[in-house]
């Protein structure tokens, strides 16, 4: 693949925009990894020429549709999969490559698309010059299989990952875990989503094949050569001044008259967003982290916070042809403002599909066993929970398998910590700050954010599987700088 960035790297994105955005002020520069380096290469014209105006303006470019990865074998039982996590090139910004990390070198990586009752398997090889591993995010994985930031690949290894996907239809998505990196290695762009599918689901006749949209959202920003710039703040964490949808910045969507099930992703390093569709539109929630809700539920305004999803069905047969619907940030400033635009295009397609007023049943949870309190905070010198740091010889906290317990995490900083719980769903009780939103009780969650000065409280149902895991901030800087507690399952 040939590079073609114009030289002199290293100012800013605010230094090559005539008619951009704003920029944020960072506090610090850390360089990208030795890896990630921009190469040498010369101005064309013809590059210059094949950009946009600004290759910042939003709408620009088509939303780019995720791969979806194939089976290197099946049996009737089971699919296999290979990924190899290596280094690539992606083209982020028209006429420039952007060196990544990637797998297969892809941003964002392919999709993995599972049934339940159906083992997938995974072989990663590590192409990168440092370790790595892979963490399923919201499966529920066996131990030896979840990505523990301590169980690592090394470079030039590889490990075979066993999902047994016996648990409900989600939107899960993968991402490296090694501990220590995962601010640059997923901003980098080591994530992807993993679909788990269901009969259940199946019957519920939602949109499907390209009319089932993953989108994956985060804040990057950039350098003169079009390379990732990426400033460690080990505070309020990564802010970038851009947004990138599936690898592309704001881009528009043609949409035809009809309905489509469309899954978000914050893969977002610390940034949270308040998702809002344009013309006062509602968005049906259909889904979160854990799969389907037990009923749609129209929102105006949905939070999404590192780490969460949110799945929607939009009826686009509402608007007319040629009209221009914008889905925004409403907690974003400039560049980062504009999500993505759908462009309605065509006559209305007859649809038989309604949603139903019925998703999924909720399961019964046994009595809780145990009541925990966990004290978000600055510590020292990082952020901390209950005063620790992750310590990979130290149990936190040992529940019993099949066993709930509330736990109540207590925030008294000004920053937000989208707290995750590795292996295990949980359902949402109380906010401090006021009343849990509906979407978020009718469904499970792997990931909540909990807002500056705010206590919320969880029902987690430490279920199916025994061993060491994991819960952390993933605001990314956090978790790096060990806001993590190891559980082990007894
Ligand atoms: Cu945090």
């Known amino acids: ?256 008259r009809r309905r489509y099930r469309l899954r978000f992703l914050n893969a977002s390093n610390a940034r949270s967003y308040a998702l809002r569709l344009g013309k006062g539109r509602p968005l049906l929630q259909i889904a979160g982290d854990g799969g389907l809700l037990t009923r749609p539920v129209p929102r105006a305004r949905v939070p999404l916070h590192p780490a969460e999803r949110t799945d929607f069905v939009i009826d686009f047969s509402q608007y007319g042809p040629g009209e221009e619907i914008t889905l925004y940030n409403e907690d974003g400033e400039g560049g980062t403002v504009p999500i993505m635009r759908f462009d309605i295009t065509g006559g209305r397609v007859s649809e038989e599909f309604r949603v139903p007023t019925r998703l999924r049943d909720a399961e019964p949870l046994p009595a809780p066993n145990a009541r925990r309190t966990w004290n978000l905070a600055l510590g020292t010198a990082a952020w901390q929970i209950n005063g620790l740091s992750f310590d990979p010889n130290r149990i936190d906290v040992r529940p019993r398998r099949g066993s709930t317990e509330v736990w109540t995490f207590v925030n008294n900083s000004n920053r937000v910590h989208p707290m995750h719980l590795h292996g295990f769903l949980f359902r949402m009780m109380d906010r401090s700050s006021g009343p849990v939103e509906l979407a978020d009780k009718l469904g499970w969650k792997d990931t909540v954010g909990v807002l500056p000065n705010e206590t919320v409280t969880v029902l987690a149902w430490f279920a199916p599987y025994a061993g060491k895991y994991v819960f952390h901030c993933h605001a990314l800087e956090h978790a790096d700088k060990a806001m993590m507690l190891q559980m082990e399952i007894v």
């Open 1 to 256: 693949m040939s590079v073609r960035p114009p030289a002199d790297a290293g100012s800013s994105r605010r230094d090559f925009m005539r008619n951009g955005f704003g920029s944020i002020a960072l506090l610090c520069t850390v360089a990208a990894p030795d890896a990630l380096r921009p190469r040498k290469a010369t101005v064309t014209s013809a590059a210059i020429r094949s950009q946009a105006k600004s290759p910042f303006a939003p709408f620009q470019r088509d939303l780019p549709r995720i791969p979806e990865l194939v089976p290197v074998s099946s049996t009737r039982t089971r699919d296999t999969y290979a990924l190899t996590v290596r280094e690539g090139l992606a083209e982020v910004l028209p006429g420039f490559q952007t060196p990544i990390y990637g797998y297969d070198g892809v941003y964002p990586g392919p999709i993995i698309r599972a049934r339940k009752g159906r083992e997938v398997v995974v072989r990663q090889t590590n192409a990168l010059p440092f370790e790595t591993n892979v963490h399923l995010h919201g499966g529920y994985v066996p131990a030896e299989h979840d990505g523990h930031p301590m169980d690592i690949i090394p470079a030039g290894g590889s490990f075979d990952y066993h999902y047994p996907n016996d648990q409900d239809a989600a939107t899960l998505w993968y991402h490296d875990h090694a501990h220590g990196r995962t601010s640059k290695t997923l901003y980098y762009g080591l994530v992807s989503m993993y679909l788990l599918e269901d009969e259940l689901e199946a019957e519920l006749g939602l949109p499907q094949g390209e009319f089932d949209v993953p989108i994956v959202i985060a804040d990057h920003a950039f350098n003169k050569d079009g390379s990732f710039r990426y400033a460690e703040n080990v505070d309020i964490g990564f802010r970038g001044d851009t947004i990138l949808v599936n690898g592309a910045v704001s881009p528009r969507m043609a949409v035809q």
